[in-house]
Nanobody, 122 residues
Framework: VQLQACGGGLVQAGGSLRLSCAAS????????MGWFRQAPGKEREFVAA????????YYAEPVKGRFAISRDSAKNTVYLQMNSLTPEDTAVYYC????????????????WGQGTQVTVSS
């Protein structure tokens, strides 16, 4: 499975960005799509996930109410709408796919795309 993420960029605090991630295909192991992020000097952390079949979503506490994950099954594409961005959201954002929707550890996700940089200026 290949994942292609895009949509990152530079935005001012309070602004919005939308990331997208297209999957080349889905497998039995691709029950959910997720987003993680990694800031310099920090570990990769879970952001959000969505189930392909039910559209049920799961968010990390820091992004609840500000970020929204959605998917387009016909396009094998997942989106991450990010609103009210703060400098603390600055990181490389990675999309991933795996067998569980509620899975916050990176090792629970077997497939990863390249990251896309999100920079939020104050």
């Amino acid at each position: 499975v290949q994942l292609q993420a895009c949509g990152g960029g530079l935005v001012q605090a309070g602004g919005s960005l939308r990331l997208s991630c297209a999957a080349s295909r889905r497998t039995f192991n691709s029950v959910a799509m997720g987003w993680f992020r990694q800031a310099p000097g920090k570990e990769r952390e879970f952001v959000a996930a969505i189930s392909w079949s039910t559209s049920s979503t799961y968010y990390a506490e820091p992004v609840k109410g500000r970020f929204a994950i959605s998917r387009d099954s016909a396009k094998n594409t997942v989106y991450l709408q990010m609103n009210s961005l703060t400098p603390e959201d600055t990181a490389v954002y990675y999309c991933t796919t795996g067998p569980y929707t509620i899975a916050e550890r990176p090792d629970q996700w077997p497939y990863w795309g390249q990251g896309t940089q999100v920079t939020v200026s104050s």
